[in-house]
T-cell receptor, first 112, second 116 residues
Framework: SQELEQSPQSLIVQEGKNLTINCTSS?????LYWYKQKYGEGLIFLMM?????EEKSHEKITAKLDEKKQQSSLHITASQPSHAGIYLC????????????FGSGTRLQVQP | DARVTQTPRDKVTEMGQEVTMRCQPI?????VFWYRQTMMQGLELLAY????????DSGMPKDRFSAEMPDATLATLKIQPSEPRDSAVYFC??????????????FGQGTRLTVV
């Protein structure tokens, strides 16, 4: 099955700072998803990237897909306390069944 | 406001009891996933359905877990008998396979299960 490794596992930044979270796959990426989770709540869909080196932005969050490196990065500009939470990357398995599996997550804290 | 609805939100039960968790997927979605989240294992895929047919349940302990979709508006995950190691948050997600074959999945709020 597809294995997704996220780095760093946890991150503490000062409000206003930029940060990057990485997600690397052991297999070819066909669909890469970023979600955010707050403690005790469900996952909130942020964005989806598909084959072809796609890049998407939503407010201050930008995600890129590097299919050659089998890697995606999530970049937050001018972080705010509202960005705190756990960020998870998920990916489609290219087995025709399209099972969505996830990395272990990156815990982000933003200090005011 | 379309959303995935899970019930119950919290469940505390004694070891050996049967537990049933329910999920109402977003209307029109053709794929339903069941996940379990723990601190140690993270988010694990247990089973998923496409057009109500089970595609893969290899992530589930077969002897005690079962997942069904009796109709398009209801998915269930049952544990019988429950054990303390089943304590976790169980998430249901529904999605729609798009033209490129990828699935945007939306999650419910989860069922927090505690087996004592």
């Amino acid at each position: 099955s597809q294995e997704l490794e996220q780095s760093p596992q946890s991150l503490i930044v000062q409000e206003g700072k930029n940060l990057t979270i990485n997600c690397t796959s052991s297999k070819t990426l066909y669909g890469l998803y970023w979600y955010k989770q707050k403690y005790g709540e469900g996952l909130i869909f942020l964005m989806m990237l598909q084959k072809g080196g796609e890049e998407k932005s939503h407010e201050k969050i930008t995600a890129k897909l590097d299919e050659k490196k089998q890697q995606s990065s999530l970049h937050i500009t001018a972080s705010q306390p509202s960005h705190a939470g756990i960020y998870l990357c998920g990916a489609d398995e290219d087995t025709g069944r399209r099972a969505l599996t996830f990395g272990s997550g990156t815990r982000l804290q933003v200090q005011p | 406001d379309a959303r995935v609805t899970q019930t119950p939100r919290d469940k505390v039960t004694e070891m050996g009891q049967e537990v049933t968790m329910r999920c109402q997927p977003i209307l029109g979605h053709n794929t339903v996933f069941w996940y379990r989240q723990t601190m140690m294992q993270g988010l694990e895929l247990l089973a998923y359905f496409r057009n109500r047919a089970p595609l893969d349940d290899s992530g589930m302990p077969k002897d005690r877990f079962s997942a069904e979709m009796p109709d398009a508006t209801l998915a269930t995950l049952k544990i019988q008998p429950s054990e303390p190691r089943d304590s976790a948050v169980y998430f249901c997600a529904s999605g729609l396979v798009n033209g490129r074959g990828t699935t945007e999945a939306f999650f419910g709020q989860g069922t927090r299960l505690t087996v004592v």
